[in-house]
């Protein structure tokens, strides 16, 4: 397991520009494939981005496709969610998590499946205005 802590969550009007980050412990983070989940209120958690070990190795819903980047910087211990032209629909708890349990070689859906993962951050709140 690895310690995750989000930031960079806040209050936005639709079509802003927002960028999460996500702080991660340990010695090998390049290993741990990284993802972004959220939940909105009343609803339940859904997957939003998930990285393998590199930045060519990327999956998103389709909800966000075109519009959310998930990368990560492996000297810095670090992911990151640039998200573009938000919508309210996105308003929600943005949770960064970890897992040794994927790789770069397994059907995109595993990537979105919660119980794949081990760690998860506390989550930052992300409010998009309409």
Known sequence: QVQL?????????????LRLSCAATG??????????????????REFAAA?????TNTYYADSVKGRFSI????AKNM???QMNSLKPEDTAVYYCAATTRLGNSYPASAYAMSVKY????QGTQVTVSS
């Open 71 to 74: 990368s990560r910087d492996n």
């Open 51 to 55: 990285l393998g070990w590199s930045d």
């Open 118 to 121: 081990d760690s998860w951050g």
């Open 27 to 44: 010695r090998t983070f390049n290993r741990y494939v990284m993802a972004w989940f959220r939940q909105a209120p009343g609803k339940e």
């Open 79 to 81: 992911v990151y969610l």
């Open 5 to 17: 802590v989000e930031s960079g969550g806040g209050l936005v009007q639709a079509g802003d520009s």
